[in-house]
């Protein structure tokens, strides 16, 4: 069994669902706190500099997902080797082969959550940039998320084996 795979990732709508959830909250209690300010009879009160640091987050999560982002590909190797590649939007259906890709090279790190339904990757380039991707099963089939869970859990399992037996410094170290 190989655990070679090439993925297109999608932005997720239900994460884009669950930021502007959160910004509907947000934005509900910094009105409340608005409103209810008005009964303590201060010009400026905690309630005033809540409602505004609420306000302010709430215009976080709305904008977080309607920052334009480049389409990614991650492709996962017969021996474990991460590249991340941006690709155009559409470039889902002409994958280029691994020679071929313009991207880097990756190393999954410590943190990385592997959950049935959810994976929170935390990858590390050469250069040092750790980039985390946040994936739900809507980010890319259901085969390839299987996939790459598969493939994730493989490529831990042997980093912490390669750790056990060796004193480098390990990725899993921070």
Same mark, same amino acid.
């Given at each position: 069994?190989?655990?070679?795979?090439?993925?297109?990732?999608? !932005?997720? $709508?239900?994460? *884009? +669902? =669950?930021?502007?959830?959160?910004?509907?909250?947000?934005?509900?209690?910094?009105?409340?706190? @608005?409103?209810?300010?008005?009964?303590?009879?201060?010009?400026?009160?905690?309630?005033?500099?809540?409602?505004?640091?609420?306000?302010?987050?709430?215009?976080?999560?709305?904008?977080? !997902?309607? $920052?334009?982002? *480049? +389409? =990614?590909?991650?492709?996962?190797?017969?021996?474990?080797?991460?590249?991340?590649?941006?690709? @155009?939007?559409?470039?889902?259906?002409?994958?280029?082969?691994w020679s071929d890709a313009v991207g880097e090279v990756v190393q999954l790190r410590q943190g990385?959550?592997?959950?049935?339904?959810?994976?929170?990757?935390?990858?590390? +380039?050469?250069?040092?940039?750790?980039?985390?991707?946040?994936?739900?099963?809507?980010?890319?089939?259901?085969?390839?998320?299987?996939?790459?869970?598969?493939?994730?859990?493989?490529?831990?399992?042997?980093?912490?084996?390669?750790?056990?037996?060796?004193?480098?410094?390990?990725?899993?170290?921070?």
């Open positions: 069994m190989s655990i070679a795979l090439s993925a297109h990732l999608r !932005p997720s $709508r239900l994460l *884009t +669902a =669950l930021h502007f959830a959160m910004a509907a909250v947000l934005l509900s209690t910094a009105i409340w706190l @608005l409103q209810s300010a008005g009964y303590l009879g201060f010009p400026f009160s905690l309630h005033h500099a809540l409602a505004i640091v609420c306000a302010i987050a709430s215009i976080a999560f709305i904008v977080q !997902p309607l $920052r334009r982002k *480049t +389409a =990614l590909r991650i492709d996962v190797t017969g021996l474990g080797q991460i590249r991340l590649v941006e690709t @155009l939007p559409d470039a889902a259906a002409r994958s280029l082969p990385s959550t592997l959950w049935p339904s959810l994976m929170v990757l935390r990858l590390q +380039a050469v250069s040092g940039r750790v980039t985390t991707l946040i994936l739900l099963p809507d980010s890319l089939s259901d085969d390839a998320f299987r996939a790459l869970s598969v493939a994730c859990r493989w490529i831990a399992s042997r980093q912490a084996n390669h750790d056990a037996l060796s004193n480098d410094v390990s990725p899993w170290m921070s």
